[in-house]
């Protein structure tokens, strides 16, 4: 099982009651890192909430406790919840206060979202006190390298030993790659570049439909031309 430099930290995170807030772009993983983290808990009752479910949204937006209609669990039980996905709530902010200040003693609160500048929006409390914040991006290189099953190249990175003449090469050969590809999990997985340029324009596609629209920006032909001066310039 591949896992991400700050899973180990947020593991940490599940020890105390505070809110533990994770954000960053879609596809980065942050779905799979809550599932790995909900399946290391055994001392406490757990649940999976993805919050692109209409009915799910629906309950918890009209009232946070349906949490409980939902999960099943026992109020009074030490739990965790993992909640994905929060910013489609329309007050996420008094969702999570609501719950934290009601139900921290033994309620534990793991939350995901997509878009950090779209949660910004949407958070009109700071959760000052009751939350950890933590921000996901793409793979760095030696993640990308874990991915790849690259285990001497990591190692020669992470001890700055020197790397064999004839093992140079094959180092570039993956740097290539990665500043080509990016380090989106799903695109350093594929093999075949042509699957690897779909996946990205799939993603790309996704991004302009969902977060543009979320973002409610209103010149998107203005927005659209700092992109391309970004993308020139990267």
């Known amino acids: 099982m591949k896992t991400r430099k700050i899973f180990t930290a947020l593991l940490q995170e599940l020890e105390d009651n505070k809110i533990l807030l994770l954000v960053g772009p879609r596809q980065v993983g942050k779905t799979t890192l809550l599932k790995q983290l909900q399946a290391t808990v055994k001392d406490k009752q757990t649940f999976f909430i993805n919050l692109e479910r209409d009915s799910d949204r629906r309950l918890l937006d009209e009232d946070p406790e349906n949490i409980f209609g939902i999960t099943l669990l026992d109020k009074k039980a030490e739990q965790i919840i993992f909640i994905d996905e929060v910013q489609y709530l329309q007050d996420p902010s008094h969702f999570l206060k609501l719950l934290y200040d009601e ?9 995901s979202g ?8 949407k958070f009109k409390d700071s959760l000052m006190g009751r939350k950890r914040f933590y921000e996901m991006f793409t793979l760095d290189f030696e993640e990308f390298l874990d991915f790849k099953d690259e285990l001497d190249m990591k190692k020669y990175l992470a001890t700055h030993k020197t790397i064999p003449l004839g093992r140079k090469k094959h180092l570039e050969n993956l740097f290539l790659e990665y500043i080509t590809y990016g380090g989106y999990p799903e695109v350093v997985l594929l093999s075949e570049r042509e699957k690897k340029i779909q996946a990205l324009e799939l993603l790309a596609s996704d991004y302009i439909k969902k977060d543009i629209y979320d973002a409610n920006i209103q010149e998107i032909d203005k927005f659209f031309a700092i992109l391309k001066i970004l993308a020139h310039q990267t």
């Open 103 to 111: 139900y921290h003693e033994t309620m534990k609160l793991v939350v």
């Open 114 to 121: 997509s878009s950090s500048f779209y949660i910004d929006q």
